[in-house]
């Protein structure tokens, strides 16, 4: 890392903490003048280091916040207002759960989750997605174990066997997997924590073919010092292929653990080089 990079990473370091000591969201300029740079260069920087804006990085923060407050709280309200939000209505404004907070206490009660089980060249596949968009995308040998996780994640929501029209959707999610190098943006709805959320972002900025260390990740979030934090950000991931953590290597470019079975990492790395066949290979496509 260049003494540069370094001065980056310490900055975005530091207004991360400011950001998340401030009971509400701190002004740009006002970071800018903490950092003692530019406001365009502050966005700049702070956007590149960790994949998302200043405001974003607070939202996810808050998110935060509110799921952990949630689980203690008996009442939203405070919850919210434990937050940092003056009013409920902001928060839903912001809309920052991807269910309402009801929904989100009652484990997802009165949601309704479309599904599909398919076949794919790694084994069978499972895609699902709320109406705001895809929330499971999972890879296995057992049809039945894939819809038992599914199940196990949403317990209180209601699980809707696809239509016609879902089934463009998997078609979509089933090309990730047999041409990754194409890519499909697909719309999402994932839940995590401010931490696994930036992990995530910067993971979908690593493109086909190409790999990135774990270090080299926690690196180019601003926290050089966490990779096991983002070793177990990858194995949170909800939707394989979809954010691709099988493009998460070892300092030493060594195939580490993978959440669908590292057979498959190593078969989607294998495609994403060019090579045709699904059986692993020694070596691993390096960072470019």
Not at 18 to 33: F, G, K, V, Y
Not at 35 to 61: E, I, N, Q
Not at 259 to 274: I, M, N, Q, T
């Amino acid at each position: 890392m260049s003494k540069m990079q370094q001065r980056h990473t310490e900055m975005v370091a530091a207004l991360c903490r400011r950001i998340e000591a401030s009971e509400e969201t701190p002004r740009l300029d006002d970071l800018a003048r903490a950092a003692g740079v530019s406001v365009f260069h502050l966005h700049r920087v702070f956007k590149a280091t960790t994949g998302l804006t200043p405001r974003a990085y607070a939202a996810a923060h808050r998110s935060r916040r509110v799921r952990a407050s949630l689980e203690v709280r008996a009442s939203i309200t405070e919850a919210i207002h434990d937050a940092g939000y003056a009013s409920s209505s902001r928060f839903y404004e912001n809309d920052l759960l991807g269910m309402t907070p009801t929904q989100f206490k009652r484990g997802g009660d009165g949601m309704e989750i479309r599904f599909a089980i398919g076949l794919c060249s790694l084994g069978s596949i499972l895609v699902a997605a709320t109406q705001r968009g895809v929330c499971a995308i999972s890879l296995g040998d057992d049809p039945e174990e894939l819809l038992q996780e599914l199940e196990r994640r949403f317990p209180k929501a209601r699980l809707v066997g696809a239509d016609a029209d879902f089934e463009g959707l998997v078609a979509k999610v089933v090309g990730l997997v047999e041409a990754p190098n194409v890519g499909v943006d697909l719309p999402l709805d994932i839940r995590g924590t401010a931490f696994q959320q930036r992990v995530w972002r910067a993971l979908r900025a690593i493109p086909p073919g190409c790999t990135a260390t774990y270090a080299e990740i926690a690196r180019a979030i601003g926290t050089p010092s966490s990779t096991r934090a983002v070793a177990g950000a990858c194995a949170a991931n909800p939707v394989a292929v979809a954010i691709p953590c099988h493009r998460v290597v070892r300092t030493d470019g060594g195939i580490s653990g993978y959440r669908w079975g590292v057979e498959r990492k190593r078969a989607l790395l294998d495609r994403e080089a060019g090579s045709p066949s699904i059986v692993p290979r020694n070596r691993v496509p390096r960072s470019r």
